[in-house]
């Protein structure tokens, strides 16, 4: 149950277990010979040989503990036998299952699955081309390749390789010998596709994937349009469940309450159209949800049978402990749905403002008030640390394509197990679907919902390993965070306003700054609107600048994101350019009072 795939650009191999090689080789059967891995089992190591060999293999592998089942006996290896033992293959047995076996230590392929070759490694191969560089007299301090080994086994580190090929060492002072250091910042910008001018700080919006992942969705809408009957039928669906593995991982949550959607709204729109809605029913939303999802409550509560729509107000600067408080007693209020279904549609992070809500507290109140929880979590997943199995919402949806970096059209949909009895059908219904009280496992609704590019959906993997090949899940939240919050503190200062979280308590990866210009008493919505989309698109076209700019409590705000491409300086140029549009807007409000 496992397979050993060429490291590219290596002599070496990585070995996987039958998930991620299902994923590479691109196909659900696979023979058993193919599935087994031969090697030679040692005997004997001290402690300290096991060390050093942990060493050697750095982190692109993990040691575990996996079955084995020797094909011949155990004999003594002298250094003169050791090229004809590694070289010797045995055939199999014919029934390997009931065969002699003992439990021992692999090293296991623990690095982006993307370094490796859906290729299966040719041990003969390497035995006739290769071996001569890693042992017996080809290993030898002339031999230039064997520079490598030495290092790794003399040197306590890690191994560094973010784009493939044989890496550098970094010792325990985290000196690269022939490899810079992964800085953030403007740094990153060739990572992404940006044009050379222009200032994105409003990835909350659209996102923005690297190019490794766009390189991905290439390299798979190819292989995709090579052969679409064999992509659709048995290329596709071992890449997402991979993807739905490692997200599940991730989120401490089970791969089976995990499905991918096209995006969030979509997901929320799933969950609440399989509610059966019941007249006295409520649904809870609050003023700063987002539009899209907000619209979705409202058409639910005008058809049948039309269930009540109740609204709960947030107006910022506030606390989390004002938040929890106000959300009890409104759901203590609801006296008349006490023997109803009262569903909670709640933010994790809202959209505009930008703020992180005490969200797992919420959960947690509604659970004690026995109300649903429908957690929009569109903007959490690659900005906040989630345990959704500690924390236990009834329903919960996130975005891949703002902060986890994957392709545009990619979410992930959180079911738990005791709430998948009431998932009865995907949006659209699925071709699995039977009628009750028959039901498919949960995932399956969520397999084939029609022909659409799946592409975007696989490339979850891809961003996963871009983020894992920069330094991971905290060194990306940790600069971040800390880059929002100082320039939203800068903007604020040459903006001379303030910032909507002074303490920084409910700030993430988006930062919310008070605007220099008075929102006018009189004015209509229709021309706060037209308002609103003269400042986007004068930002965008005279200043190739982007932020988010929004009302809130009648007064105008922006939201600036920080992602690993992005500076104190470009904080400081988005106040600038807001600085000197506002004061042009302010003086046009002016006059026209005047005239």
């Known amino acids: 149950n496992h397979t050993r795939h060429h490291v590219k650009a290596c002599d070496y191999p990585g070995v996987v277990t039958l998930p991620g090689s299902k994923e590479l080789l691109g196909k659900e059967d696979i023979d058993i010979e193919t599935a087994s891995v031969r090697g030679v089992i040692v005997k004997g190591l001290t402690a300290k040989d096991i060390e050093l060999l942990d060493v050697f293999e750095g982190d692109e592998y993990k040691r575990e503990e996996t079955l084995a089942y020797p094909l011949s006996s155990f004999t003594s290896i002298e250094d003169s036998e050791t090229q004809k033992i590694l070289s010797t293959s045995s055939p199999l047995p014919q029934d390997l299952a009931t065969s002699p076996n003992l439990n021992t230590f692999v090293y296991i392929w623990a690095a982006p699955l993307s370094r490796l070759s859906p290729t299966i490694w040719d041990y003969d191969a390497f035995v006739k081309e290769k071996l001569w560089r890693w042992v017996d007299q080809g290993a030898s301090g002339e031999n230039s390749e064997y520079g490598e080994v030495d290092r790794r086994r003399n040197m306590a580190g890690a191994i560094v390789v973010p784009e493939g090929g044989e890496g550098v060492l970094v010792d325990a002072g985290n000196q690269a010998s022939g490899k810079k250091e992964i800085k953030f910042g403007h740094p990153m910008r060739k990572e992404f596709g940006f044009a050379e001018s222009h200032i994105n700080l409003n990835n909350g919006s659209y996102g923005a994937p690297p190019l490794a992942v766009t390189k991905f969705c290439t ?39 995990i499905v991918v959607v096209p995006n969030a709204s979509h997901g929320i729109h799933t969950v609440l159209q399989n509610f059966e809605w019941e007249e006295g029913d409520v649904i809870v939303g609050f003023s700063t949800t987002y539009g899209a999802v907000s619209n979705a409550l409202k058409y639910l509560a005008d058809k049948q049978p039309k269930p009540t729509l109740s609204i709960i107000e947030l107006t ?187 303490s920084g308590e409910m700030t993430g990866h988006m930062t919310n700054v008070l605007l220099p210009l008075p929102v006018q008493p009189e004015a209509s919505t229709k021309e706060n609107q037209d308002l609103w989309l003269q400042m986007t698109n004068t930002l965008m076209e005279d200043y190739d600048c982007v932020s988010a700019i929004y009302m809130h409590d009648k007064k105008w705000w922006t939201r600036a994101s920080a992602q690993i491409w992005t500076e104190l300086s470009d904080f400081e140029y988005l106040a600038t350019s807001l600085k000197e549009l506002c004061e042009k807007l302010y003086a046009q409000q002016v006059s026209s009072t005047q005239s």
């Open 219 to 257: 390299e798979m809408g190819a292989k995709c349009e090579e052969r679409p009957d064999v992509f659709f039928r048995k290329i596709y669906q071992p890449i997402l469940n991979r993807a739905r593995e490692r997200v599940a991982k991730m989120l401490n949550a089970e791969p089976d309450e």
């Open 316 to 502: 910022f600067p506030t606390t989390a402990e004002a938040i929890i408080k106000q959300l009890r007693e409104h759901l203590q209020s609801l006296e008349d749905a006490y023997d109803q279904k009262v569903v909670v549609v709640l933010d994790a992070i809202i959209s505009n403002p930008g703020i992180i809500l005490p969200w797992e507290e919420m959960v947690k109140v509604c659970r004690e008030e026995r109300a649903w929880t429908v957690v929009d979590a569109a903007h959490a997943i690659g900005q906040i640390d989630v345990d959704l199995g500690k924390s236990q919402p009834d329903f919960w949806v996130s975005n891949g394509h703002k902060w986890l970096m994957s392709k545009r059209g990619s979410a992930v949909l959180y079911v738990p197990r005791r709430n998948q009895h009431l998932i009865r059908s995907s949006f659209p219904t699925p071709w699995s679907y039977v009628s009750p009280p028959n039901q498919v496992p949960f995932p399956e609704l969520f397999e084939w919902t029609g022909t659409l590019d799946l592409v975007p959906f696989l490339s979850i993997n891809a961003a996963l390993d871009f983020r894992e090949s920069i330094g991971g899940e905290k060194k990306i939240r940790d600069y971040c965070n800390d880059l929002a919050f100082k320039g939203g503190k800068r903007m604020a200062e040459i903006l001379g306003t303030s910032l909507m979280d002074e």
